[in-house]
Structure formats: C-alpha cells, structure tokens
C-alpha cells in the first residue's frame, strides 16, 4: 500500500466517515442533505430527544422515553441496513452502498466513556447541539464552539492517545 | 485563519465534506421551524421523580427543553453555567471523535450494523453517563 492508501484507512477506520463518492457534487445538488437535515431537526424536537430532561430522565431510569427512541432508531436502522444490503439499494445518484465494518480500537472505551460524561452534561450528543440552537436557546452555540475545540484538540494530541 | 491545517488528521477534503454543513444548518432550522410552527405549548411532561430529584437538586427552571436557569448567556458568566454550557460541550466534541462516532454512528448505525466494537463504544457512553448523573451532577448542579 501506497503511503496515502495507509494513511486514508487510518484515517477513516477509527475517526471520521469518510465520503467515498467519485461523483463531485454541485453546491446546489446538496440541498437535499439540508432537506433531510430539516426533517431531522423537527424529528429531535417533536420526539424531544433534544430536552436536556428527558436524557435526565434517561440515565436516572425514570422513564422508557429515549430508551423507545433509539431502539426504535436500531430496529428501523437494521430493518434498512438488510433491505439495502438484500436489494442491492443504490444511493440516489445510482452509487453502490457499502458500510464499512468498524474496528475495535480503546477510544471507543476511553472517548466514549468521556463523551457520556458530556451528554449528561449537556443533555445533547452532536446532533442534537444544533436543534437546540435553532429552537431557541443561542448559547448553545457557545457549546457547540466549545465541542469544536473538543474535536481539534483530539486531532492534536490523536498520535499520544491511546488506540 | 486554518490553524487545524496542519495536524494530518484535519488534512481531508473538505469541500467533498460540505454535505456535512448542510446538514447540520437544516438540523437547525429544523429545530427552529419546530419550535415555531410546530409547536403545542405544553411542556415537556418529565417524570415526577426526576422533575423532584432535580428540584432538590438545585434546577429551578422545567417546562422549556433546557432548563434555563443553566443554559442561558446570563448563566454563562457563572461557575455552574460555565461548566454545564463550555466544559460540556468539549467533553461531547473531544469524546466522540476519540470513539469514532456518537449516538447516531456507533449506537444507532453500529448497533442497526451488529458491530462489536460500537456495542462496546455505546456501553461506554452509557456508563459515562451513569457516572455522571448519579456520582458528578449533584454537586455540579448545588454550584
């Protein structure tokens, strides 16, 4: 392997989702990916996955609330993981579909572990930073600057971190 | 200004990454368009235990998403909103990217996927997020 074929499965087996598209998109072809983000940012709100309550409510085992939502969120996931994968499914620009399978590396442990401690912090994984901020409540944005510097401090110190 | 450029790990296309951006803008303007046109006025109904828990706990605003009382600028200046809004947020950002995925990659994809090491990664936030609740946030929130 060619020393940027090393790097690129480096890089895309325990950090980031890489796009694999050879078609280059217009600026415009990607406002569908604004749309699904609409539909997503309603989802958090209606489903309110975004209230820093309910992910309270979560991790004090009082309710089923987000328990319901992101087992709903596996079953539908692995339902559409397996009608892809059995029907061959193309993206809609009439690319194949392959998901990569994940490797075990101890960030997983160590970084989730750190992250956990975050959301009942903030009563917000990544996603649902960003619905907040539009349902109102702007000094998340001050959160979402500061889980920014999160991700470029990691990119920092990535070579000294355990893997 | 791109100081990220040079660590090698930030050394990707970004342009062929833009989808990114426009998905997380229509995740706020969803947000927004909720809240807005969406909305039914009733507050989020929270278990009475946590709601009391959280009361004695030191909360003193319910019925909005977030409670105001932490996430707001005027709180932002104060020790308890401080570690709540910033300190929070780096745990979230430094957290995920060290996992390689948050809720939607590792627990929802990974787990629709049957991946072992995203099973392991969902465990963790959830232990973090144990710890957190039950052992840190009632001293964070008496601040």
Partial sequence: MSKETVEKAEFSENAMCVNESNINNSFWSNIKYLLVGVIFGITFVKAEIISWFRIQEMFRLTSFHMYGVIGTGVVIGMLSIQIIKRYKIKTIQGEPITIADKTFNKGQIYGGLIFGLGWAITGACPGPLFAQIGAGFGVIFITFLSATFGVWVYGYFRDKLPH | ?143
């Avoid at chain 2, 003193?60 to 200046?77: C, V």
């Avoid at chain 2, 745990?91 to 996927?113: E, K, P, Q």
Wanted: neutral net charge.
């Fill in chain 2, 1 to 143: 200004m791109c100081f990220p450029a040079k660590v090698p790990f930030f050394n990707y296309d970004w342009k062929k990454e833009i989808w990114n951006i426009f998905f997380i803008v229509g995740v706020a303007i969803g947000g927004f368009v909720a809240v807005q046109f969406l909305g039914n006025d009733e507050p989020v109904k929270i278990a009475a235990e946590t709601q009391q828990e959280l009361r004695k706990q030191g909360v003193t605003s319910f019925g909005e998403l977030l409670p105001a009382d932490i996430f707001s600028w005027e709180s932002l200046m104060t020790l308890r909103g401080f570690i709540f809004i910033v300190i929070g947020g780096f745990l979230v950002g430094f957290g995920t990217r060290w996992a390689g995925g948050c809720t939607s990659g590792h627990a929802i994809m990974g787990l629709s996927n049957l991946q072992l090491p995203s099973l392991i990664a969902t465990i963790s936030f959830m232990l973090g997020g144990f710890f957190m609740t039950w052992v840190i946030l009632p001293f964070l929130l008496g601040l």
